[in-house]
DNA sequence: AGCTCATAGGCGGTTACTTCA
DNA sequence: CATGAAGTAACCGCCTATGAG
């Protein structure tokens, strides 16, 4: 790994995380940017060394079909490393801007606690009910009958009970204290009960031949909770990823599935705002090029209608290699300043076109150079 | 210490399903 | 009602890290 504190790229996932804290991948993303295969950097606030928050998870006791049972510390630093060797992180250098924000939460997250009913009667004349949200449109738990046999499953290994969950938690709402199975009680066509209904014989059909796809949309509850504790760390460990399947009645696997594709909804929304910038970049530079040439072209013009005008020495430019800042050098023994600017756009901030309003700053792997802008001695001139 | 193997978890890419205009 | 687009849950294959033998 090279440099802990590195420059890297940011996004804030709602303003709770945004604001009073960092979240893990903001953090995590620092080693995104370490590995040189990339080649192109972009950074918008300063990583630190990272540590897991829970350091050392004890080890799971919780064993699943596939024995989630160990690999917990050093998940972090593993997925650094392999979205360092894939990914298309950008690197650059950036100072001190500020990390820009991305809010990707809903406008709106519903209460946790206001649910409503759904009472259903099976064909067998079991009464049940689940807890929806009351501005839900499909309003049904379609995961809860899975969930009830994971719970079922899980309670044999490691004493979890379906009302194991505090009685006040905030998803207490969709704990599902029955388990039902009803192949054609329902008599409308496309009721929340035959939605359900459709579910949990889907959920069956996997666990009889577990080859079916299914594919079960989570409530809003759910999406909320989720969203929050992937605002607290993007990964999960085993220990985490329990809690969560447990609490929202899930399989650790949905749990599982659902941070891996939000993780790469992020990555995706990270990389439309990385475009953008680079493309605003792109433009500016071009438009600084553009102009440059322009100048050129009339001081040759100058030269050529005045040969007298202007009859500077020839001058080098050198890059001091203890600050980087390069200085245009003259030739001539007369010449007795240098004029310097910095790598860094740090001093050009309110004319630098590579700075934008987003904090964001382009790396200076190219040289500014002012000649004319101002003048100041270099502190690691080698005395002449 | 170095090697091999099994395992877990992450990611990129894709598919399949759902919802909505 | 049909349809296409968008969103997303789920899957697959690959890679890497880790621990045991």
Same mark, same amino acid.
């Given at each position: 790994m090279q440099n802990k504190r590195e420059m890297e790229l940011g996004l804030s996932l709602g303003d709770a995380a945004a604001t009073s804290k960092p979240f893990g991948f903001m953090e995590k993303s620092t080693q995104l940017t370490n590995k040189v295969t990339s080649g192109f950097c972009m950074g918008l606030s300063i990583g630190t060394d990272h540590t897991l928050q829970e350091e050392d998870e004890d080890k799971d006791d919780?064993?699943?079909?596939?024995?989630?049972?160990?690999?917990?510390?050093?998940?972090?630093?593993?997925?650094?490393?392999?979205?360092?060797?894939?990914?298309?992180?950008?690197?650059?250098?950036?100072?001190?801007?500020?990390?820009?924000?991305?809010?990707?939460?809903?406008?709106?997250?519903?209460?946790?606690?206001?649910?409503?009913i759904l009472t259903l009667a099976s064909?067998?004349?079991t009464n049940f009910e689940a807890g929806s949200s009351g501005n839900m449109s499909r309003g049904f738990d379609v995961n809860r009958f899975s969930a009830v046999m994971v719970h079922e499953d899980q309670a044999d290994q490691d004493g979890a009970t379906l009302s194991s969950s505090p009685p006040n938690s905030a998803t207490s709402s969709f704990q599902m204290d029955f388990c039902i199975y009803s192949s054609k009680g329902g008599s409308g066509s496309n009721t929340e009960a035959d939605q359900a209904e459709r579910a949990s014989s889907r959920a069956s059909d @996997?666990?009889?031949?577990?080859?079916?796809?299914? /594919? !079960?949309? #989570?409530? *809003? +509850?759910?999406?909320?909770?989720?969203?929050?504790?992937?605002? @607290?760390?993007?990964?999960?460990?085993?220990?985490? /990823? !329990?809690? #969560?399947? *447990? +609490?929202?009645?899930?399989?650790?696997?949905?749990?599982?599935?659902?941070?891996?594709?939000?993780?790469?909804?992020? /990555? !995706?929304?990270?990389?439309?705002?990385?475009c953008e910038y680079l493309k605003r970049?792109?433009?500016?530079?071009?438009?600084?090029?553009?102009?440059?040439?322009?100048?050129?072209?009339?001081?040759?013009?100058?030269?050529?209608?005045n040969p007298y005008y202007m009859q500077l020495p020839a001058t080098t430019l050198t890059m001091c290699p203890s600050c980087e800042r390069v200085a245009t050098t003259s030739t001539s023994t007369a010449a007795t300043t240098t004029t310097t600017t910095t790598a860094t756009n740090s001093q050009n901030n309110t004319t630098d076109p590579t700075s934008n309003t987003t904090g964001l700053s382009l790396s200076s792997s190219r040289p500014r150079f002012y000649p004319f802008s101002h003048t100041q001695t270099h502190p690691h001139q080698p005395k002449a």
């Open positions: 919780h064993k699943l079909s596939n024995n989630i049972d160990h690999n917990t510390d050093n998940t972090n630093t593993r997925t650094a490393t392999v979205q360092a060797n894939k990914g298309t992180s950008l690197t650059v250098d950036t100072s001190t801007d500020p990390p820009i924000q991305l809010d990707l939460l809903p406008n709106t997250p519903v209460p946790r606690n206001q649910n409503s064909d067998n004349g @996997e666990d009889e031949n577990g080859s079916a796809r299914k /594919k !079960l949309r #989570l409530s *809003k +509850e759910q999406s909320s909770f989720l969203e929050e504790s992937f605002k @607290e760390h993007n990964t999960l460990t085993p220990k985490q /990823k !329990l809690a #969560l399947a *447990k +609490e929202l009645n899930l399989r650790p696997r949905q749990v599982e599935v659902w941070f891996q594709n939000r993780r790469a909804r992020t /990555k !995706l929304k990270q990389t439309e705002v990385d970049c792109c433009e500016t530079l071009t438009e600084e090029n553009r102009r440059l040439h322009k100048e050129l072209q009339e001081l040759r013009a100058l030269k050529t209608s």
